[in-house]
């Protein structure tokens, strides 16, 4: 299975952008990338995911390296309501229905 | 949408005891999965399941049995109850595409005493 690498964690500054990286050197062609993230005691959520393009959404955006062997979750303007574990996963579409896995994620603190 | 909900939020066993967790989803989609989350770590699947009467196991599914009778419902079945069950587990659900999210249930506090 095609693993992914992140930081254990990062800080930032409220109403500041925040750069979230993922390593994921060993992408196939086909795997989508996946952005979750999980409050504290709430369930993970989606937040973003793309294949090869960059992607925006109302929560956040996806830039997708030009080779796919990383990626970044960028929020524009982090709130302390985005202080989650943020969780990159790649979900691929060959070998039937691959459950996602998920990793340790990168736990995101924000400061006031 | 209710989306996925579970039941109990929260409960404590015994040793040796048993328990169904219940999940449900209402949004038709085949796929369900359930995880385990232990304090300070990532999610681990325990067992998924691809559509009704299909089941199969995932990374840690030892002490865990499920069914899948309906495309709503997957049911996880403890059955003789140990601490090391003692976890967050969260049942999710998709619609069976690679792109497609992924949505997951608020999750049921389990300690196993």
């Known amino acids: 299975d095609a693993k992914t690498t992140q930081p254990n964690s990062m800080e930032s500054n409220e109403e500041e952008p925040v750069h979230l990286p993922c390593n994921h050197s060993t992408i196939s062609g086909t795997d989508y990338i996946h952005w979750y993230r999980q409050l504290p005691s709430q369930g993970p959520e989606y937040v973003i995911h793309?294949?090869?393009s960059n992607v925006n959404n109302r929560m956040a955006s996806l830039a997708i390296a030009e080779d796919r062997k990383s990626s970044t979750l960028i929020l524009h303007r982090a709130t302390l309501r985005d202080a989650a574990v943020y969780y990159c996963i790649l979900s691929p579409t060959t070998g039937g229905n691959t459950p996602l896995v998920f990793g340790k994620g990168t736990r995101l603190s924000v400061i006031a | 949408n209710a989306g996925v909900t579970q039941t109990p939020k929260f409960r404590i066993l015994k040793i040796g005891q048993s328990m169904t967790l219940q999940c449900a989803q209402d949004m038709n989609h085949n796929y369900m999965y359930w995880y385990r989350q232990d304090p300070g770590m990532g999610l681990k699947l325990i067992y998924y399941?691809?559509?009704?009467?299909?089941?199969d196991k995932g990374e840690v599914p030892n002490g865990y049995n499920v069914s899948r009778s309906t495309t709503e419902d997957f049911p996880l079945r403890l059955e003789l109850a140990a601490p090391s069950q003692t976890s967050v587990y969260f049942c999710?659900?998709?619609?069976?595409?690679?792109?497609?999210?992924?949505?997951f249930g608020p999750g049921t506090r389990l300690t196993v005493l």
């Open positions: 793309g294949l090869t």
């Open positions: 399941s691809v559509g009704a009467g299909i089941t």
């Open positions: 999710a659900s998709r619609q069976g595409l690679a792109e497609n999210e992924q949505f």
